[in-house]
């Protein structure tokens, strides 16, 4: 885990970066909420960077912003696991706190970590749950690698947590997106998207622009993706990327020959670059 931050007076980030060798470092961010009743917008990778397992450094991160026991709501975007490797600590430590999800983020749940059916509060895109000093809207991001994916908006802060949607990968860290070389955002948010929903390029043009324009007439203040530094006023730069992925080289995976480069790049062994069959 990286040192936490805010992206707004209310609103703490809580970042990692997993580095991927030859691609760049994904940021893999949860958030906190300081409303009158306070969330936690996902909750991190099971593993660090080095294989090694995450939970204690993010619940060290999470209590150097807020003591879990007053969290009221646990918010879960979708049941990838760089988004819930440490729900069943915070369950724990959070007994007050429900979790807002989705009926098929539960289920996927169910096969590998599976979430007390009495402590579930489901929500679909469109429905809004009121916290007290802000209502918050369920909304599926225009990008997404799993079907369960509900981002959110926030009334009070006007932010928009995208989950996936607008992530990047990046030659280093940050703390703003703005603070990001524009060439390498546009190339590494081009990457991600091309990787994470490659489904766009078989997208209907119109239904795609028409999901883009949805969040034009939002109009955050502030976009909170999980897998890029915090963005404000960057909105038509962060759409606009987005809207030539359909049209962008469609990503395809290394093979074998590529891994053991990687290997190699990994353990500064060039032997193990070689390939064998």
């Known amino acids: 885990m990286e040192q936490t931050y805010k992206a707004a007076a209310d609103i703490d980030v809580l970042p990692m970066y997993f580095p991927i060798p030859g691609f760049g470092s994904l940021p893999i961010n949860a958030f906190v909420i300081k409303g009158e009743q306070p969330v936690l917008i996902d909750t991190g990778s099971p593993l660090d960077g080095d294989g090694a397992d995450s939970t204690e450094h993010f619940m060290d991160s ?39 999800t989705t009926f098929l983020t ?97 997208v209907d043009s119109t239904t795609f622009a028409a ?27 962060l759409l606009g990327t987005l809207a030539t992925a359909p049209n962008a080289t469609p990503w395809v995976g290394p093979d074998q020959e590529a891994l053991m480069q990687m290997m190699a790049q990994i353990t500064g062994d060039e032997s193990r670059a070689e390939v064998t069959v």
């Open 106 to 202: 539960v289920g996927r749940m169910s096969v590998f970590s599976p979430l007390p059916m009495d402590r579930v509060y489901l929500l679909n895109p469109g429905q809004s749950l009121d916290i007290g000093d802000r209502t918050l809207t369920s909304v599926q991001p225009p990008s997404f690698d799993a079907a369960d994916t509900a981002g959110l908006y926030d009334s009070k802060s006007k932010a928009f947590f995208s989950s996936d949607c607008f992530g990047a990968l990046l030659p280093g860290q940050a703390e703003a997106a703005g603070d990001i070389a524009q060439a390498d955002l546009e190339a590494g948010q081009l990457l991600w998207a091309t990787i994470d929903s490659p489904w766009l390029h078989k």
């Open 62 to 100: 999470l209590r150097s912003v807020i003591d879990p026991a007053d969290l009221k709501w646990i918010w879960i975007t979708h049941a990838d696991m760089d988004h819930v490797g440490s729900v069943q600590q915070i369950l724990k430590e959070a007994p007050d706190a429900k979790v807002v």
């Open 211 to 237: 999901s883009l324009n949805a969040i034009r007439q939002m109009d955050p203040e502030l976009i909170l993706s999980s897998h890029l530094p915090a963005a404000r006023g960057m909105n038509e730069r």
